[in-house]
């Protein structure tokens, strides 16, 4: 058996985005800024993904611009939104994606802002009262801080940061790639200035994404070039991309219901069956459902011999997940995040993530494996 439970780095394409995509990639290869025919149709194809994506999050399509990624997302918003802007104080939490640390730390290390860390609890809550206090000893602020930690989780309360954010004045750029089609994001109600989205978390292809940018707010391009997105976003655009991102983020919404209570469920089943069979074992971040992330569960295995071997061991076990972030596993750099609720070092972290595609069977063979492996059985 061969499990895929690290849905959380990047999750397998929708056959019906694969035949979509297909579709665009055999019949419409024409250049989406060309004028004649084949320019048209593609450009048609992309302005109607751009629609389908704005209808289905409750704004207009004049705030979506694509991207090539999440991470391309952020650093839009992010340096945007602070140099054109003239801000010179920026607010994240210590949990947030290197999208969004490294973009901020950069930024401060050049001497473009200050930045301040709100304070995180031990399970990555945001500490509002300490949030307000930043916002009210600064001038105009940047704030930038994730709706769920793609690690343990722990969901922010956008509706609570964006009220702070509007009684202060500040910009509010919020990191929703780990929710995107996995919540409703009315961006009618919302107050977030940026949200982002990568279509490679819900089923949708690699090396796309878009970036939400409320009509509150002005910025200039991130990527100059040609007059792609409105003069906004330079280079030709990834069609097949965008038409699978779209397709999607439709699938999505159209069974988010039934999705969330499966994955849900098969995550409560997971927590309760690791529960009863290993003395000792706990979960970083929040478990509440009304607090966490469905799709993922951070686990702190007991301290065991060759706990480092943990991640390596399921691998040969045929278990595919991840340690921290899987966007730095490959390199020996703990995570910054579990260093940052003060989780124990000496425990064993594995964040299992799941999809629609997840099944009770695959809970089943994982807790199995886990358990041969854990030193109860030794
Ligand atoms: C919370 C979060 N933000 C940003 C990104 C980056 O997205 P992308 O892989 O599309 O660059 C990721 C990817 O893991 C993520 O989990």
């Known amino acids: 058996m061969r499990v895929y439970f690290d849905n959380a780095a990047t999750t397998p394409l929708d056959p019906e985005v694969l035949k979509e995509m297909y579709k665009v990639m055999e019949n419409h290869y024409g250049n989406p800024s060309s004028i004649h025919a084949h320019g048209r149709e593609a450009r048609t194809l992309i302005e109607r993904a751009r629609k389908t994506i704005a209808g289905l999050l409750h704004t207009s399509p004049a705030e979506i611009f694509f991207t090539s990624s999440g991470t391309e997302a952020d650093n839009t918003a992010i340096r945007c939104g602070i140099v054109d802007h003239n801000i010179t104080h920026a607010i994240t939490s210590p949990i947030e994606h290197h999208a969004v640390l490294h973009t901020l730390e950069a930024m401060e290390k050049s001497g473009v802002i200050k930045l301040s860390f709100v304070n995180v609890d031990s399970k990555g809550n945001v500490d509002y009262d300490h949030l307000e206090t930043l916002l009210k000893n600064n001038e105009r602020s940047f704030v930038s801080i994730m709706h769920a930690n793609n690690e343990i989780g722990t969901l922010s309360d956008m509706i609570r940061i964006g009220d702070l954010c509007e009684a202060y004045n500040a910009i509010y750029h919020c990191d929703t790639v780990q929710t995107m089609g996995h919540y409703q994001h009315d961006l009618s109600k919302l107050k977030a200035h940026f949200l982002v989205c990568a279509g490679h978390k819900l089923h949708g292809p690699k090396g796309v994404g878009f970036l939400h940018v409320n009509h509150r707010i002005k910025i200039k391009p991130f990527i100059y070039g040609g007059a792609q997105e409105r003069n906004m976003r330079g280079g030709t655009e990834n069609i097949y991309g965008i038409v699978g991102m779209a397709k999607a983020l439709e699938l999505a919404y159209a069974e988010m219901e039934q999705h969330r209570k499966h994955i849900q469920d098969l995550k409560t089943y997971m927590m309760g069956k690791l529960t009863d069979q290993i003395p000792g074992v706990s979960f970083n971040g929040e478990t509440d459902p009304e607090k966490s992330l469905y799709t993922v569960l951070n686990v702190a295995f007991p301290e065991m011999e060759m706990g480092d071997m943990l991640l390596f061991n399921l691998d040969i076990a045929g278990i595919s997940a991840s340690g921290g972030s899987a966007c ?8 910054h995040v579990l260093t940052a609720i003060g989780a124990s070092s000496s425990k064993p ?22 358990r041969e492996l854990c030193p109860v059985n030794a």
């Open 328 to 335: 730095s596993s490959g390199t020996d750099i703990g995570s």
């Open 349 to 370: 972290s594995v964040r299992f993530s799941f999809s629609k595609y997840s099944t009770k069977e695959e809970v089943d063979y994982v807790v199995a494996k886990v």
